[in-house]
């Protein structure tokens, strides 16, 4: 069974860091590309970050700077570093693989359930 856990999202002040984690199971991890994205309340869901199989990235341009997208084949974990970050970060954020080419606008199958993180100013 294909699945994506995240974790790592909580509350904190403007100018901190966070770091979510992806765990995946279930498919070979190695070979897909693999994003992290965003939904704000009553926004569109948005690419934030993703990573190919040889660790091509490419950001959002409201993160590229502040973020990094980084993974661990070995352990089949995906992370998200968020460094400086703004109030306008506040959203739940999940991670998605897809095979084939990988870019931010793609169609992504694979979603996990989610990570709160909220940015006070």
């Known amino acids: 069974q294909v699945q994506l856990v995240e974790s790592g999202g909580g509350s904190v002040q403007a100018g901190g860091s966070l770091r979510l984690s992806c765990a995946a199971s279930?498919?070979?991890?190695?070979?897909?590309?693999m994003g992290w994205f965003r939904q704000a309340p009553g926004k569109e869901r948005e690419g934030v970050a993703v990573i190919d199989s040889v660790g091509y990235t490419s950001y959002a341009d409201s993160v590229r700077g502040r973020f990094t997208i980084s993974k661990d084949n070995a352990k089949s974990t995906l992370y998200l570093q968020m460094n400086s970050l703004k109030p306008e970060d506040t959203a739940m954020y999940y991670c998605a693989r897809r095979s084939g080419t990988c870019y931010l606008t793609a169609s992504f199958g694979t979603w996990g359930q989610g990570t709160q993180v909220t940015v006070s100013s």
């Open positions: 279930g498919f070979t991890y190695s070979s897909n590309c």
